[in-house]
T-cell receptor, first 111, second 118 residues
Framework: QKEVEQDPGPLSVPEGAIVSLNCTYS??????FMWYRQYSRKGPELLMY????GNKEDGRFTAQVDKSSKYISLFIRDSQPSDSATYLC???????????FGKGTRLHILP | GAGVSQSPSNKVTEKGKDVELRCDPI?????LYWYRQSLGQGLEFLIY????????KSGLPSDRFSAERTGGSVSTLTIQRTQQEDSAVYLC????????????????FGPGTRLTVT
Protein backbone atom coordinates (compact mmCIF):
# COMPACT_ATOMS: atom_id res chain seq x y z
CA GLN A 1 0.00 0.00 0.00
CA LYS A 2 1.37 3.40 -0.99
CA GLU A 3 1.80 5.93 1.80
CA VAL A 4 -0.47 8.44 0.07
CA GLU A 5 -3.23 7.58 -2.38
CA GLN A 6 -4.90 10.13 -4.64
CA ASP A 7 -7.22 9.58 -7.57
CA PRO A 8 -5.51 11.03 -10.67
CA GLY A 9 -8.78 12.00 -12.37
CA PRO A 10 -9.32 13.85 -14.59
CA LEU A 11 -12.25 15.43 -12.81
CA SER A 12 -14.47 17.70 -14.91
CA VAL A 13 -17.12 19.88 -13.31
CA PRO A 14 -19.18 22.87 -14.52
CA GLU A 15 -18.27 26.37 -13.45
CA GLY A 16 -19.83 27.30 -10.13
CA ALA A 17 -19.96 23.76 -8.80
CA ILE A 18 -18.44 22.63 -5.52
CA VAL A 19 -15.35 20.51 -6.06
CA SER A 20 -14.22 17.82 -3.63
CA LEU A 21 -10.67 16.46 -3.85
CA ASN A 22 -9.45 13.72 -1.53
CA CYS A 23 -6.45 11.74 -0.38
CA THR A 24 -6.01 8.78 1.90
CA TYR A 25 -2.85 7.85 3.72
CA SER A 26 -1.46 4.99 5.75
CA UNK A 27 1.15 6.58 8.05
CA UNK A 28 -0.48 7.59 11.34
CA UNK A 29 2.59 9.71 12.15
CA UNK A 30 1.64 12.33 9.57
CA UNK A 31 0.67 15.58 11.27
CA UNK A 32 1.19 18.28 8.64
CA PHE A 33 -1.13 18.21 5.66
CA MET A 34 -0.84 20.38 2.61
CA TRP A 35 -2.52 20.95 -0.73
CA TYR A 36 -0.50 22.19 -3.67
CA ARG A 37 -1.83 23.50 -6.98
CA GLN A 38 0.15 22.99 -10.16
CA TYR A 39 -0.65 24.71 -13.41
CA SER A 40 0.55 23.22 -16.65
CA ARG A 41 4.32 23.56 -17.15
CA LYS A 42 4.76 25.25 -13.76
CA GLY A 43 6.06 24.09 -10.39
CA PRO A 44 3.56 23.32 -7.63
CA GLU A 45 2.55 26.14 -5.27
CA LEU A 46 1.22 25.78 -1.75
CA LEU A 47 -2.51 26.36 -1.54
CA MET A 48 -3.54 25.25 1.93
CA TYR A 49 -1.84 23.92 5.02
CA UNK A 50 -3.32 22.32 8.13
CA UNK A 51 -1.83 20.82 11.25
CA UNK A 52 -3.40 17.72 12.80
CA UNK A 53 -7.16 17.25 12.50
CA GLY A 54 -9.82 19.81 11.75
CA ASN A 55 -10.91 22.29 9.13
CA LYS A 56 -9.27 25.35 7.68
CA GLU A 57 -10.95 27.85 5.38
CA ASP A 58 -9.35 30.37 3.06
CA GLY A 59 -11.70 32.17 0.73
CA ARG A 60 -13.32 29.63 -1.59
CA PHE A 61 -11.05 26.83 -0.33
CA THR A 62 -11.61 24.57 2.68
CA ALA A 63 -9.19 21.88 3.82
CA GLN A 64 -10.37 19.08 6.09
CA VAL A 65 -8.31 16.49 7.94
CA ASP A 66 -9.77 13.39 9.56
CA LYS A 67 -6.87 11.63 11.24
CA SER A 68 -9.05 8.84 12.62
CA SER A 69 -9.94 7.84 9.06
CA LYS A 70 -6.58 8.89 7.59
CA TYR A 71 -8.46 10.97 5.04
CA ILE A 72 -7.99 14.55 3.90
CA SER A 73 -10.11 16.70 1.61
CA LEU A 74 -9.98 19.96 -0.25
CA PHE A 75 -13.23 21.68 -1.16
CA ILE A 76 -13.46 24.45 -3.73
CA ARG A 77 -16.66 26.51 -3.70
CA ASP A 78 -17.94 28.50 -6.67
CA SER A 79 -15.35 26.88 -8.91
CA GLN A 80 -13.86 28.99 -11.69
CA PRO A 81 -12.16 28.02 -14.97
CA SER A 82 -8.96 29.46 -13.46
CA ASP A 83 -9.10 26.68 -10.85
CA SER A 84 -8.34 24.19 -13.61
CA ALA A 85 -5.03 22.64 -12.56
CA THR A 86 -3.55 19.57 -10.94
CA TYR A 87 -4.03 19.44 -7.18
CA LEU A 88 -1.52 17.47 -5.12
CA CYS A 89 -1.95 16.52 -1.51
CA UNK A 90 1.17 16.30 0.62
CA UNK A 91 1.93 15.34 4.18
CA UNK A 92 4.76 14.92 6.65
CA UNK A 93 5.47 13.89 10.23
CA UNK A 94 7.56 15.40 12.97
CA UNK A 95 10.17 12.68 12.86
CA UNK A 96 11.65 13.81 9.59
CA UNK A 97 11.04 16.68 7.21
CA UNK A 98 10.53 14.64 4.09
CA UNK A 99 7.20 15.47 2.50
CA UNK A 100 5.26 12.72 0.79
CA PHE A 101 3.13 13.78 -2.18
CA GLY A 102 0.10 12.18 -3.77
CA LYS A 103 0.11 11.70 -7.53
CA GLY A 104 -2.21 14.67 -8.03
CA THR A 105 -5.75 15.02 -9.37
CA ARG A 106 -6.28 16.84 -12.67
CA LEU A 107 -9.25 19.18 -12.39
CA HIS A 108 -11.07 20.80 -15.31
CA ILE A 109 -13.65 23.50 -14.65
CA LEU A 110 -15.90 23.80 -17.67
CA PRO A 111 -17.11 27.34 -18.53
CA GLY B 1 12.20 38.37 -3.32
CA ALA B 2 13.64 35.91 -5.79
CA GLY B 3 12.14 32.46 -5.85
CA VAL B 4 13.73 29.11 -6.59
CA SER B 5 15.44 29.09 -9.97
CA GLN B 6 16.48 26.14 -12.07
CA SER B 7 18.62 25.82 -15.15
CA PRO B 8 18.43 24.90 -17.89
CA SER B 9 14.68 25.13 -18.39
CA ASN B 10 14.86 22.53 -21.16
CA LYS B 11 17.52 19.98 -21.95
CA VAL B 12 17.63 17.55 -24.84
CA THR B 13 20.39 14.98 -24.70
CA GLU B 14 21.36 11.78 -26.42
CA LYS B 15 21.08 8.47 -24.67
CA GLY B 16 24.29 7.64 -22.85
CA LYS B 17 25.37 11.25 -22.25
CA ASP B 18 25.72 12.79 -18.79
CA VAL B 19 23.63 15.80 -17.76
CA GLU B 20 23.81 18.30 -14.91
CA LEU B 21 20.79 20.16 -13.64
CA ARG B 22 21.13 23.18 -11.39
CA CYS B 23 18.97 24.56 -8.60
CA ASP B 24 19.33 27.91 -6.83
CA PRO B 25 17.15 27.82 -3.69
CA ILE B 26 15.67 30.79 -1.91
CA UNK B 27 18.35 32.50 0.15
CA UNK B 28 18.31 31.31 3.76
CA UNK B 29 16.34 28.16 3.11
CA UNK B 30 18.03 25.26 4.85
CA UNK B 31 16.19 22.41 3.16
CA LEU B 32 16.42 21.51 -0.52
CA TYR B 33 14.58 18.78 -2.36
CA TRP B 34 14.79 17.22 -5.81
CA TYR B 35 11.76 15.56 -7.38
CA ARG B 36 11.02 13.98 -10.71
CA GLN B 37 7.67 14.28 -12.40
CA SER B 38 6.88 12.15 -15.42
CA LEU B 39 3.92 12.77 -17.74
CA GLY B 40 0.72 12.08 -15.84
CA GLN B 41 2.61 11.07 -12.71
CA GLY B 42 2.94 12.68 -9.33
CA LEU B 43 6.07 13.95 -7.72
CA GLU B 44 8.67 11.26 -7.22
CA PHE B 45 11.01 12.16 -4.38
CA LEU B 46 14.69 11.83 -5.31
CA ILE B 47 16.90 13.41 -2.64
CA TYR B 48 16.67 15.80 0.30
CA UNK B 49 19.32 18.06 1.84
CA UNK B 50 18.83 19.58 5.29
CA UNK B 51 21.50 21.94 6.55
CA UNK B 52 24.77 20.12 7.25
CA UNK B 53 23.14 16.73 7.78
CA UNK B 54 23.84 13.80 5.51
CA UNK B 55 21.41 13.93 2.59
CA UNK B 56 18.47 11.55 2.36
CA LYS B 57 19.19 9.74 -0.91
CA SER B 58 16.49 7.12 -0.49
CA GLY B 59 14.60 8.22 -3.60
CA LEU B 60 17.43 8.07 -6.12
CA PRO B 61 16.37 5.43 -8.67
CA SER B 62 19.84 4.15 -9.52
CA ASP B 63 23.52 4.82 -8.98
CA ARG B 64 23.51 6.84 -12.21
CA PHE B 65 21.85 9.61 -10.20
CA SER B 66 23.75 11.79 -7.75
CA ALA B 67 23.37 15.23 -6.25
CA GLU B 68 25.48 17.73 -4.41
CA ARG B 69 24.73 20.85 -2.47
CA THR B 70 27.67 23.22 -2.14
CA GLY B 71 27.93 25.67 0.74
CA GLY B 72 24.41 24.92 1.84
CA SER B 73 23.02 26.74 -1.17
CA VAL B 74 23.21 25.78 -4.86
CA SER B 75 22.56 22.16 -5.76
CA THR B 76 23.33 20.14 -8.86
CA LEU B 77 21.65 16.90 -9.85
CA THR B 78 23.79 14.75 -12.13
CA ILE B 79 22.48 11.91 -14.26
CA GLN B 80 25.16 9.74 -15.82
CA ARG B 81 24.69 7.63 -18.93
CA THR B 82 21.17 8.93 -19.47
CA GLN B 83 18.44 6.55 -20.56
CA GLN B 84 15.16 7.31 -22.32
CA GLU B 85 13.23 6.50 -19.14
CA ASP B 86 15.03 9.41 -17.47
CA SER B 87 12.96 11.81 -19.59
CA ALA B 88 10.86 13.84 -17.17
CA VAL B 89 10.55 17.23 -15.50
CA TYR B 90 13.01 17.57 -12.66
CA LEU B 91 11.74 19.91 -9.94
CA CYS B 92 13.70 21.49 -7.14
CA UNK B 93 12.12 22.91 -4.00
CA UNK B 94 13.44 24.64 -0.90
CA UNK B 95 11.98 25.33 2.52
CA UNK B 96 12.90 26.98 5.78
CA UNK B 97 12.14 23.78 7.68
CA UNK B 98 12.89 25.48 10.95
CA UNK B 99 11.06 24.80 14.22
CA UNK B 100 8.72 27.57 15.22
CA UNK B 101 7.92 28.64 11.68
CA UNK B 102 4.24 28.87 10.86
CA UNK B 103 4.65 26.04 8.41
CA UNK B 104 8.14 24.63 8.59
CA UNK B 105 7.34 22.18 5.84
CA UNK B 106 6.13 24.63 3.20
CA UNK B 107 8.12 24.04 0.04
CA UNK B 108 8.73 26.59 -2.67
CA PHE B 109 9.20 25.03 -6.06
CA GLY B 110 11.21 26.12 -9.02
CA PRO B 111 9.81 25.97 -12.57
CA GLY B 112 11.60 22.70 -13.30
CA THR B 113 13.98 21.41 -15.95
CA ARG B 114 12.34 19.43 -18.73
CA LEU B 115 14.76 16.67 -19.72
CA THR B 116 14.32 14.77 -22.94
CA VAL B 117 16.61 11.85 -23.70
CA THR B 118 16.59 10.84 -27.37
Amino acid sequence: QKEVEQDPGPLSVPEGAIVSLNCTYSNSAFQYFMWYRQYSRKGPELLMYTYSSGNKEDGRFTAQVDKSSKYISLFIRDSQPSDSATYLCAMSSNRDDKIIFGKGTRLHILP
Amino acid sequence: GAGVSQSPSNKVTEKGKDVELRCDPISGHTALYWYRQSLGQGLEFLIYFQGNSAPDKSGLPSDRFSAERTGGSVSTLTIQRTQQEDSAVYLCASSLSAPGQANPYEQYFGPGTRLTVT
